[in-house]
């Protein structure tokens, strides 16, 4: 048991009961203010504690820390410190916002210092990806993605049940949640049309991913056992990787997507810890066939965490188009690790890898437009009576993700973007 994590520990911060950020959650961010630079911070209920203050005032003092770590810009240095370390931050952390401890309880000017609206802050990139990689990790979406770029008799591949599949993406495009997305331009290719033509994509898209953060490197040459992967993966965000369906059909044959996916994918700014997210893990699915030795595992690997879509369109309403689950990977991270560095690839802190969209059996758990839409046949109602099919300039694209058990909700927060017209 993480102490942490205990349902019966309460602050004496006021959470509201629908909050993401209890004290069983305590997640990592970037965030600045008006006054304050760049600095590292964790949510609680609707604010944000200030790591940069509470470290420069001594509250870390017992855990030797080094100087300036929560002032850097990015998490990158401080998740470097490794598991026992952060583990020992967040347990910290958790000590100094429980109800009966009077440290910074009964300290006004501290208090006053060291907690931030999150109204007044703006949440900035947690972390600098130097690396991004996407899976393509649930068997519903590539099934469904299957069937509609081939056919259904061959929707799943030969090797997809035995390779967690996945590509090198672009980190330099990763934004943090509120970014504006602009519409890409590219050849398109229009069914009925024998060459492509030049233009902005017709065919928007969002995918509902998770992503985690590395958190511990690895040298070239080495590989991640299933059973160390968990040592080596820091937390998890909500993961929004926007793509331009059209892009993608003509391009990705037969290196898989490029200039369809790499022109903006966006995070969830709160880096929830896996430590925070451990009351809610669950089995997978069997995989048959059975899988190589190396993707072999022990215990539940998956997470029961609901994932919600939201689209708002310009000036309106937002409208609910989907609500899936984490829980429906086929693939979990641990295996995805595995994979990835079975052949000696070496990681490094702050690396992202992202699931691949994440749909379930429903249509209505379908996790990108792609797929509610049946590849434009069919048209979502909005609630201000409009239809989409795909997104349209003006549209705003919200996600977010929560776990409940034992009346803790753990949650993610939100990662948005809106999509503005080409430039
Ligand atoms: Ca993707």
Redesign the pocket.
């Known amino acids: 048991m993480i102490k942490a994590n205990d349902p019966i520990l309460k602050s004496w911060v006021e959470v509201p009961s629908n909050s993401d950020f209890p004290i069983q959650n305590l997640p990592f961010g970037i965030f600045k203010t008006q006054y304050l630079s760049p600095g590292a911070g964790v949510a609680i209920g609707n604010q944000i504690l200030d790591l940069v203050y509470l470290n420069s005032k001594g509250f870390f003092k017992s855990l030797n820390l080094p100087d300036g770590i929560f002032n850097q810009g990015t998490l990158n240095s401080f998740i470097a410190l490794g598991k026992e370390k952060t583990r020992a931050v967040r347990e910290r952390i958790s000590e100094l916002l429980q109800h009966d401890n009077s440290e910074l309880r009964d300290n006004k000017i501290a208090r006053e210092m060291a907690l931030i609206s999150m109204e007044e802050a703006e949440m900035l990139m947690p972390v600098k990806v130097g690396d991004y990689t996407?899976f393509?990790s649930s068997e519903q979406h590539a099934y469904n993605v299957g069937c509609l770029f081939r056919d259904p008799e061959n929707a799943l591949l030969p090797n997809w049940k035995h390779i967690p599949v996945g590509y090198h993406g672009r980190a330099s495009s990763i934004v943090v949640s509120g970014s504006n997305i602009h519409r890409p331009k590219g050849q398109l290719k229009p069914a009925d049309a024998e060459i492509p033509v030049f233009g902005s994509s017709k065919l928007m898209d969002f995918?509902l991913?998770m992503a985690f953060v590395i958190g511990k490197s690895t040298e070239l040459g080495e590989s991640i056992t299933t059973e160390e992967a968990e040592d080596h993966i820091f937390g998890v965000c909500i993961f929004n990787?926007w793509?331009a369906r059209d892009i993608q059909g003509w391009e990705y044959v037969p290196l898989g997507?490029f200039l369809g996916?790499n022109f903006g994918s966006s995070i969830s700014p709160w880096i929830v810890t896996l430590d925070a997210i451990k009351p809610f893990k669950i089995a997978g699915t069997s995989q048959v066939p059975k899988v190589l030795p190396y993707l072999e595992f022990d215990g539940d690997r998956n997470y029961d965490i609901d994932l919600e879509v939201y689209i708002r369109p310009e000036g309106g309403e937002s409208t609910k188009v989907s609500h899936s689950n984490f829980k429906y990977m086929y693939w979990n991270m641990c295996q995805q690790l595995a994979h990835h560095t079975v052949n000696g690839c070496n990681i490094n802190v702050g690396d992202m890898m992202?699931s691949?969209?994440i749909s379930g059996p429903k249509p209505h758990e379908y996790g990108s437009m792609l797929e509610l839409s049946w590849k434009g046949t069919k048209a979502i109602k909005m609630d201000d009576g409009s239809e989409r099919k795909f997104l349209q300039d003006g549209d705003e694209v919200i996600m977010n993700g929560y776990g409940v058990k034992n009346g803790i909700r753990i949650g993610f927060g939100e990662v948005t973007g809106k999509i503005l017209p080409s430039k």
């Open positions: 996407d393509y995918e991913e990787d793509s997507p996916k992202a691949g969209t």
